[in-house]
């Protein structure tokens, strides 16, 4: 017992030494291979040295920010615009990471560029608007295939409204859910050896939830391949949904898909306001900005537990969570800098000179926390 005890000390001395040192594990070492450890990122962005090395250092895969978004692919109909893409493919393949192709169908009106619902002066017909989904996806598929591992085939068509299963759009009104079916079927059919993923945000709410296991049972009985489920993942400080997102994941897991936490961050200057009471605080907020000088560090203290509490929860379902990306590379480049107002935020776990902050070493102790000589110590005491 004696000689037990003095081992866990001596191990959890060494490692508590090794996790608490400058320059401790990657994250992609911490993770040892239990899911794939991601990050999304802008094409500029990723063409950044000090950028790239950092991505390379804790990552295994990358989703390129909006490159690959048909406003940037094909913002005029049959007028491929595919130079950043290919950058992107092409730097991530030539370093040997992983890329999610983000978004083949964005199904929001205001994320859909204009051309795909005309004709003329009128609205498009149904028939011509799959088949404009169609040969979009085709492009994009044919010229990426074998490179990108897996896709966003669909990204957020699930209603905000708590009484509408689909997002009030041009592609719900003309198609039902008829267009993710066949995003689907087509996708598969093109590369059948890529990952498709459904991928939205909020899934966690009740509603939300009721209409994601609808939209997955309706492809899984249309006898279409879908893969997994990308929980986007974009909490607020002090409002991390822990318990209804462990709900969704048991749901996931039961109707047999797996899961990508697609796009997580910790905003800290939480944006709800701005939508609430029909946007009328707008005005003010958007002289909003506390921390201009650097966040305090009680709040980079709540920020790390956050997001340690969520790496012990997705440990807890590492059988069927397949990748954690985070949204964004450090703090300078969230978006959540600029959505949807000016501010300095700080949502990732590293800052703007892309140190470490406490968050990275909180998450790297919950990720190390079951490495063998831990179990060990943890018994033993
Ligand atoms: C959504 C999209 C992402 C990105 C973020 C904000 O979550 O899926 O591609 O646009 O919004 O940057």
Redesign the pocket.
Known sequence: MFFKSIAAVLCSLILGNYVAAKEPLSLIDAVDGRFDMGVGIGSQAFRLPENRELVLKHFNYVTP?NCMKFAATQPVEGNFQFEKADEFVELAHRHGLKVLG??LIWAKDDRTPEWFYRDGDKQVEPEVLMQRMKTHIETVVQRYKGRVQSWDVV??AIGDRNDEYLRDSVWAKLLGDDFIVEAFRYTHELDPEALLIY?D?HCHEQWRRDRMERLVKKIQQENVHIDAIGI?G?YNLDDVPYQSLEELLILLRKLNVKIAIS?LDIDMIPRNGWWAEGGKNRDQLAKFNPYPDGCPPELLDRQAEQFAKLFDLFEKYEDVILRVSF?NIHDGES?LNT?PWKRDNYPTLFDRNRQPKPAYHAVIKSLTRSIPCCEYSKMAA
Do not use: K, S
């Open positions: 920010e983000h978004c990204n957020e991928n945000y986007q974009h796009e949204w978006w959505f």
